[in-house]
């Protein structure tokens, strides 16, 4: 029955642009990856860590997405497969191909309405966001019906009921947890020209039998107290309130998020019972034209949170580990960084608690140079340092050919939590990392650019060198060649690695024919936490090659 929904929902998109071609509007997309493993147990890359290593030795996914639009109705599919891929879990591979995304959408008047897959969120995304991303292998679709109503401009209602998209064992399913919502939000505005934008929320999720039923036998096996005992619900609550503001060059920001209390689970897999709360606040200031010359420029932004047992999840059994079944977005509150020594330490979220502040300044002195100041501190409710980043870079064009930046970064991280690992063997990392890139244009189209990376630490797996040498044809080609260095090597953490000074080099190829990009790649990545969109997870080591398509139509 999937297949035939699938092979159905293709074949009525592509009748639908053929034959009305004059009346409506097709678009789409395909993007496919090829990894190829190979076996390097020096660094981890074993088949104790992914399979693929010992058997399947290679693996592909791919995304076909189409849209078509005609007379006020959307209509959008799309299709994934997944090829002894480990993209979902790392230790894994995943087989199965189907249709991963489907979508009927109607606008009658002010009125919108959708049923199939859908992607939104409620404010920040705290109580609740439906959101995909592909590099890390999340998909949290939801499958159902929504309805979204435009009472004025400046006022919205919208409200939804449906199932998420199914994790590991049921990538093309949903999951049988049902999940209801609604969100309203307005605007102000000011006379003086502010705009004040307030919004509320309320989020409903119940569990299915088989789930309620599992709880029950695992509290029992407790043999709790009667004073520590507690009974799982069918459903759990989410309400929260928001707003934000821009007056002036000021922005502000704020958000309440309470959910009702429910069994969940620490890092550790210890099941208890807790309500919980997350707090957001913001600040940001903004002023261009400074200093004598009114060449300058200064932005600051502060954002505190502070997260207390709101896991907010489709089931306390989702497999937290492998980014399934959230309902909550709450991404790390540390800076993102692009570099790959810069971000080799992050900070995930915390659900079970967390309180931190970053603050970014931001001031230019004209427009060849800037400074950048970034600081982010992050604790547990306790007050135990989780994490701690001191941030700073100076940018300046020097002239049309040239142009560069040298920065330091300062981090403190608590591998035992983030990565769960014996506390007594992983000490809190500290580390100190300068870093430089110099760019050289050398024609309208091509340019070299030249980055570097001292990453110094005695913790962990050691100190890295990264270093990377790029070349950029605009707009065809980009090759680039780098290489990151073990260069003091520590096997506190991870005695399974070769006692020695590893080296972890890549060779990086792109090629660009219009709307259609071709990539490969050779590569070895070391074992660490990674982030894209402040979404991060533990991934193992890796040594291969990788191969992309992507294009748009």
């Known amino acids: 029955m999937k297949r035939i929904l699938t092979l159905t929902v293709i074949i009525s998109i592509n009748y639908l642009s053929v034959v009305a071609q004059d009346k409506g509007v097709f678009s789409g997309n395909f993007q496919s990856n090829f990894s190829v493993f190979l076996r390097d147990s020096l660094i981890g890359a074993v088949e104790g860590a992914s399979p693929q290593y010992g058997k399947q030795i290679s693996s592909s996914e791919a995304w076909l997405y189409m849209n078509y639009d005609i007379k006020g109705w959307h209509f959008a599919a799309r299709y994934d497969l997944f090829n002894n891929s480990n993209l979902l879990n790392r230790a894994g591979a995943y087989s199965d191909q189907g249709l991963g995304f489907w979508q009927v959408k109607k606008s009658i008047g002010d009125l919108e309405l959708t049923a199939g897959s859908f992607y939104d969120q409620f404010g920040s995304g705290a109580a609740f966001r439906a959101f995909e991303n592909r590099l890390i292998g999340i998909d949290y679709a939801m499958e159902g019906v929504r309805a979204k109503y435009t009472i004025s401009d400046d006022f919205v209602v919208k409200a939804f009921t449906g199932r998420q998209k199914g994790g590991l064992e049921r990538r093309f399913d949903a999951s049988p947890q049902v999940v209801k919502g609604i969100n309203a939000e307005k605007g102000f505005y000011t006379e003086s020209g502010g705009i004040i934008n307030v919004g509320a929320s309320a989020v409903n999720r119940t569990l299915d039998e088989n789930s309620y039923s599992k709880l029950v036998t695992e509290i029992q096996e407790l043999n709790l107290s009667v004073e520590d005992g507690f009974y799982p619900k069918y459903n759990t609550y989410v309400m929260n309130g928001y707003f934000n503001a821009s007056l002036g060059d000021f922005g502000f920001n704020g958000e309440f998020n309470y959910k009702t209390a429910e069994p969940i689970k620490d890092n550790n897999a210890n099941l208890y019972s807790s309500d919980g709360t997350l707090v957001l606040a913001g600040m940001s200031y903004s002023k ?128 035992a939590v983030y990565e769960v690992k014996d506390p007594k063997k992983a000490k809190n990392v500290e580390t100190i990392t300068p870093f430089a890139e110099v760019t050289y244009k050398i024609n309208r189209k091509n340019s070299i650019r030249l980055e570097s990376q001292m990453l110094n630490t005695e913790q962990d797996l050691g100190s890295f060198y990264h270093g990377i040498l790029e070349w950029n044809n605009s707009p065809k080609y980009s090759v680039a060649i780098s290489n990151m260095i073990n260069t003091n090597p520590v096997r506190i953490v991870n005695e399974s690695l070769a006692d020695q000074v590893l080296h972890y080099p890549s060779v990086f190829v792109k090629y660009n024919v219009k709307t259609t990009s071709f990539t490969a790649a050779y590569i070895k990545q070391v074992e660490g936490v990674v982030c894209t969109g402040g979404v991060c997870r533990l991934e193992p080591a890796f040594s291969g090659l990788r191969f992309t398509l992507s294009t748009q139509f």
Request: glycine share 8%.
């Open 288 to 415: 261009r034209k400074l200093g004598a010359n009114k060449k300058g420029g200064l932005g600051v932004n502060v954002q505190y949170r502070r997260i207390d047992n709101f896991a907010l999840n489709v089931s306390p059994y989702s497999e937290l580990s492998l980014l399934q079944g959230f309902l909550s977005y709450q991404p790390s509150l540390s800076r993102q960084a692009s570099y790959r020594m810069l971000a080799r330490y992050q900070a995930p979220a915390q659900f079970v608690g967390e309180q931190g502040i970053q603050a970014e300044v931001i001031y230019s002195f004209n427009k060849k140079t800037n400074a950048t100041l970034n600081f982010s501190d992050i604790t547990d409710l306790n007050g135990e340092q989780l994490f701690r980043e001191q941030f700073v870079q100076v940018e300046h064009k020097i002239n049309k050919k040239w142009k560069g930046k040298v920065g330091l970064q300062m981090v403190t991280y608590n591998q």
